[in-house]
């Protein structure tokens, strides 16, 4: 027995070995065998017949592509309208926009779209080894059922994981005598000062904003400084308001004791203050980023991504700083690990006529240099090849803006392709404005960053359905009394009836259906 388990091992290891060395040869065919291909094209993007990418990609891999090119506009509509009607398909979907997470569900248990889990085990090497090397990337596209009906898209260039920022204005803090704040105590002495004090000093002690913020305006929101007394919470309207908490268990933010704790404390020693500007609760994003043009910079603290989302007149004058620490001394930023994947990169078709060379193309743009191509521009035009296996970007011509350049020679931010976060910085460069946040990021963030926002999941439509009919009037309702306490106060007044309204919108099967189906795709 021992002897036939130690023979099964030995063969098990070189059977992982074989398939760790398995590469397909190029080029895949020799017949010049043609697929054909739906693809959704943003108004940038040149003649996919005409695009440098693709044909090289032919060159390289003998396969033609018959390309049924659709524009933006009117995407949504045609294809709704022939996967709906089993009319017309095309061979394979190409694209992070070509499908719905939900077509995934719908099309994918119609039999309309094949599971790709045994042709990617057999034939697709690169997204093997990337599933091998990325179990989170493997169950953002997993379907409930198991199946895998797409490929990935993952761009890790721009650090997307912790979003929001705060910047400070040093030179209001050097001329008032300040340090930077490390707690709310500190912040609430800081913008108090900027209030009281002509921190820009033009003479005028009332023209400065201390602190603004746009409500639920993704990363220009406030939902961070929930983390200082328990968990962040989400910073945009109508996402889930849900972090993973201890042991994988899913927890609404909006209606824990921190979050509770953290809407009267904001209020008593902010909003009720006048230290955080309240037109932040009404104002639309174009309006937010027109802050700050003046001569004279008049905003103390704002939350962004970048350090110049309120123009760069005055960027040089603001430095980060980390979340603030709580009553407790201890605080927690939020952070999103996938918001630089999507679950939708290529599907294949039941009308397929050879889905294993097929699935041996797509995999080419998983190889690294090939996705880097995919998305910044082939070699030699958009990328130069430093000779070293290493990278660098190509001016842009003038009279072009780099989209123009990036959109006519390649297929830019929506192709199937994989470039993780170790690429850039050992490849490649990352651009200035995206190394400087992924530094603000790893510098003042990263150690905090512990609330982890809900990943997206690819839900049955059963769940999709349930959820439909409970989400908007339940984060509504969370949304709309987060404004209240916030900006009038009386959140230990109302607390108890409103928990009970969330009760009776639904709060107990919405997470049991999140719940449900995170812990069928990330627990292992
Ligand atoms: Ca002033």
Request: aromatic share 12%; proline share 5%; net charge negative.
């Amino acid at each position: 027995m021992k002897r036939i388990l130690a023979v099964m091992m030995a063969l098990a290891m070189l059977l992982t070995c074989a398939a760790a060395l398995a590469e397909n040869t190029y080029p895949l065919t020799d017949s010049g065998e043609t697929f054909k291909l739906i693809i959704r094209m943003r108004p940038l993007h040149s003649d996919a017949n005409e695009m440098e990418l693709f044909q090289r990609m032919e060159d390289y891999t003998g396969v033609h592509i018959d390309w049924e090119q659709i524009p933006q506009a009117e995407y949504d509509e045609v294809k709704d309208l022939r996967l709906g009607s089993n009319k017309n398909l095309p061979e394979g979907f190409f694209g992070k926009f070509s499908l719905s997470t939900s077509d995934l569900v719908v099309y994918g248990s119609q039999g309309v779209l094949i599971p790709l889990n045994d042709l990617i085990d057999q034939y697709a090497p690169n997204l093997k080894a990337l599933f091998e090397r990325r179990p989170d990337i493997k169950a953002m596209v997993t379907a409930p059922d198991g199946n895998i009906y797409s490929t990935p898209y993952v761009q890790e260039g721009e650090d997307g994981t912790i979003a929001s920022n705060i910047m400070i204005n040093v030179t209001w803090l050097e001329r008032l005598g300040l340090q930077k704040p490390t707690t709310l105590v500190e912040l609430e002495e800081v913008l108090t000062k900027f209030k009281e004090e002509d921190a820009n000093g033009n003479g005028d002690p009332n023209d400065e904003i201390p602190m603004t913020f746009k409500f639920l305006g993704s990363q220009r929101d406030l939902g961070g400084f929930f983390g200082a007394f328990g968990y962040a919470d989400t910073l945009a309207q109508g996402n889930a308001h849900i972090v993973v908490g201890e042991g994988g268990q899913l927890v609404f933010v909006p209606a824990t004791e921190g979050y509770k704790e953290g809407c009267k404390y904001l209020y008593d020693h902010f909003f009720a203050k006048g230290l955080i500007d309240q037109e932040g609760f009404t104002m639309d994003k174009k309006t937010y980023n027109a802050q700050n043009q003046g001569e004279i910079a008049n905003i103390g603290v704002f939350m962004c991504w970048n350090s110049f989302d309120l123009g760069t007149v005055h960027e040089l004058e603001y430095e980060p700083i980390s979340p603030l620490l709580g009553p407790n001394g201890t605080t927690s930023w939020g952070t999103s690990p996938d918001s630089t994947m999507a679950a939708t990169g290529f599907s294949i078709t039941n009308v397929c006529h050879n889905p294993e060379l097929l699935i041996k193309w797509v995999d080419t743009f998983y190889d690294p240099i090939w996705s880097m191509q995919c998305d910044l521009g082939p070699i030699g035009i958009n990328i130069e090849d430093k000779g070293d296996g290493t990278y660098d970007y190509l001016p842009t011509p003038d009279g072009m803006s780099y989209d123009e350049f990036r959109y006519s020679e390649a297929f830019a931010s929506d192709g199937p392709i994989a470039l993780t976060s170790d690429f850039f910085g050992s490849k490649i460069p990352r651009s200035a404005g995206h190394q400087a946040k992924f530094d603000r990021n790893e510098n003042y963030y990263r150690k905090y960053a512990t609330s982890v926002y809900l990943p997206s999941m690819i839900l049955t439509e059963e769940d999709n359905d349930a959820l439909s009919m409970i989400k908007t009037d339940l984060i509504n309702y969370t949304e709309e009394m987060r404004a209240k306490w916030l900006s009038k106060g009386g959140v230990d007044e109302e607390w108890d009836a409103y928990l009970q309204q969330l009760n009776e919108l639904g709060l107990e099967q919405y997470m049991e259906i999140y719940q449900r189906n995170y812990t069928a795709t990330h627990s292992n």
